[in-house]
Every structure is written in structure tokens, then in C-alpha cells.
């Protein structure tokens, strides 16, 4: 469940519009080129962050992809570990009910 290895710039413009916005970046990308004739599909750009000296750092579908991908095993991560807890508080409190340690 490592980061996915891409631009520092690119990482932070995604947490900053979240998993809603970059999914409708990626609509609109889709709405654009539906088929990916125009470039393939995990090289489209979907927007332009800066301009540096070796050129612009731009955000591409397959960018976006890898990151909504590792925000949803993350997630299913702490899903899981809730359900986990719920579980035992559950387990915890009907051990308490049938073994009272008082009268």
C-alpha cells in the first residue's frame, strides 16, 4: 500500500481536490476523448499544474488512476480495521453480559 511514485506537485494538487474532484477530472477527460483516440489513455493530460525549466508538470489520466486506486485500498484499509474493532467490543461486551463479575 505504497504511495504511488509521482510528482510532489501532482500528489498535492490531488489531495487538494480530493477523490470527487479528481474522478471529475478524469469524467471530463473521458467525456472529451471517450475512446482514447486522441492519445492513449493513461497518457492524456488531464490538467497543467506549472511551468519549470525541463518543461510543465502536468497531471495525466494514469496519474490520476494510480492515485484514486492506492486512496481506495487505503481506505478499504481502515474500513476493515473499524470493522475489526467493532467485532471485538462486540465479543468484549457479550462475554460481559454472560459472565457477570458481580452479583
Known amino acids: 500500500m505504497a504511495r504511488p511514485n509521482l510528482h510532489p506537485d501532482i500528489l498535492r494538487s490531488f489531495e487538494e481536490r480530493g477523490v470527487d474532484g479528481v474522478r471529475a477530472s478524469l469524467y471530463h477527460a473521458a467525456a472529451q476523448d471517450p475512446l482514447g483516440f486522441a492519445t492513449p489513455s493513461n497518457k492524456q493530460p488531464l490538467y497543467a499544474l506549472r511551468e ?17 486506486a492506492w486512496k481506495g485500498r487505503r481506505s478499504d484499509a481502515w474500513v476493515k480495521g473499524g ?20 452479583r
Open 52 to 68: 519549470t525549466d525541463s518543461g510543465t508538470v502536468s497531471a495525466t489520466r494514469g496519474d490520476a488512476e494510480r492515485w484514486l
Open 83 to 102: 470493522t475489526l474493532a467493532a467485532l471485538a467490543a462486540a465479543l468484549l461486551a457479550l462475554c460481559a453480559w454472560l459472565f457477570p463479575l458481580g
